[in-house]
């Protein structure tokens, strides 16, 4: 379970800042106003995510459900969108282990 734990903020941490390091270098010219929401919430929840499962909160499980389809959403826009491969990939692991984690 730790190492689950661990695997997964990681994998929050790491979409967290690919996601901001996309929109703060390419993110905002040209891209529409909802796909830039998404990737901001995505990051966001990331963000939040890895905290709560620093603090060992009971309550994890729920917001790591979240998480995982907050990602899951992320992913397929940015893949629709093109050019975004490291967002999809970083957004599909964070999902992946975020539903490992959910309860």
Do not use: Q
């Not at 909802?34 to 919430?41: F, G, N, P, T, Y």
């Amino acid at each position: 379970m730790e190492r689950d734990m661990s695997t997964c903020i990681d994998g929050c941490l790491h979409c967290y800042r690919t996601c901001l390091e996309w929109l703060a270098t390419r993110g905002l010219a040209g891209n529409d106003a909802d796909h830039i929401r998404l990737m901001m919430v995505c990051a966001e929840m990331c963000r939040t995510t890895a905290h709560i499962m620093l603090l060992r909160s009971p309550h994890h499980g729920h917001v790591c459900e979240d998480c995982a389809a907050v990602c899951t959403e992320c992913a397929k826009e940015c893949e629709r969108t093109g050019g975004m491969e490291r967002c999809v990939e970083a957004c599909r692991f964070c999902a992946e282990n975020c539903l490992a984690m959910a309860i």
